[in-house]
């Protein structure tokens, strides 16, 4: 379908799905917009997996390290597969159900799936999820698969967010240029001046701290910092972290989940708890202030969502490094610190319906402006 001018569309209501890479939940959102403004933010909602769902997703995502063909779902793949519909779908019932909402009032999903493997260098990232299955189970149309058409054209597939982003910042108004970084199990940025934007990922966000955590306490996170305000940085180890190749990788560039826990894992060595997680949370800072020598100026603030905004360590340690610009957490500009990412595949599904591009150039390295994304109509 063509792209239209912002002119001639009329905003819809969307619902957007994320379950990212932290794999603890599907986050839901609805948000009204014609694809590129935003005319309304709707309700929120979090939807927890139990232990045994992610450790599954787990498994799966161990598995998929070996897979070479993105449609292949063997064994335990189709089972989270199976998991993940599941999951979504009861989200969505209960969303609806808890806010009263007719589901023939949702114009589409936005569903993203849950990432098991990107390797976008090999041409190949896998998210698993049946959208045709969500559509039939739902009875609204499914949009969903986003990454494949970027990544098959010669891009990264990721980030897929910073179009938002940049409606977001358009909507607040405020001083550019300024940087929206979410910080899930993968952190990434999206710098805008102006209309101009650049983005990538910056590096680990959670996943190092989560796993780091998991493997020595049994606990899933780092509850509010807490290990890594009690413990002490190991400043030569953050250096060490920062001579991995992909941080002397100008943006467009991103990551797979797992790119760093063996080369961080061989250079913290046998560290304590809470010295391990203090030096963790700070490479996931050190990354972020890493990626300022690939940027045209240095933002005059930062607005930080995801789950790492939630961690007041990490949020002290993002001002120290990013000094003098403002960091804040996105709930202090009225934003979602939980829900920036489910909003933002409620806005791409409707840029997807209307031809509109889902990621640019400096964005994922796209040849072109591209759009994305696999329409799902629920069959009757």
Known sequence: MPAQSASQLSSMPAIGLMCGTSQDGVDVALLETDGETIARFG?????????????LLRRATATAAGLTERTARPGIIAEAETLVNRAHGEAVEAFLAANGLDPAAVAVIG???QTLLHRPERGLTIQIGNGQA???RLGRPVVYDFRAADVAAGGQGAPLAPL???????????????????VGGVANLTFIDGEDVIACDTGPGNALIDDFLRQRTGEPLDIDGRAAAAGTVDEPTIDCLLTHPFFFLPPPKSLDRNDFRDFAARTLGEVGVEDGAATLTAFTAAAVAHTLQHLPRGPKRWIV?????????????LAERLAPARVEGAQEVGWSVDSLEA????????RSLRGLPISLPT??????PLTGGVLAEPRS
Do not use: W
Request: proline share 8%; charged share 15%; net charge positive.
């Open 164 to 182: 938002f982003h940049r409606a977001l910042v358009r909507h607040a108004g405020g001083e550019t240029p300024v940087a929206v970084l979410n």
């Open 43 to 55: 309700p929120t909602a979090y939807h927890p997996l139990t232990n045994e769902e992610r450790a």
């Open 134 to 136: 969500l559509a039939d």
């Open 363 to 368: 964005t994922t390295g796209a040849p072109r």
């Open 305 to 317: 969502a995801g789950g790492g905004a939630r961690n007041p360590t990490l949020m002290r340690m």
């Open 111 to 113: 569903f993203h799936g």
């Open 343 to 350: 909003q933002a595949f409620a806005y791409l599904a409707v």
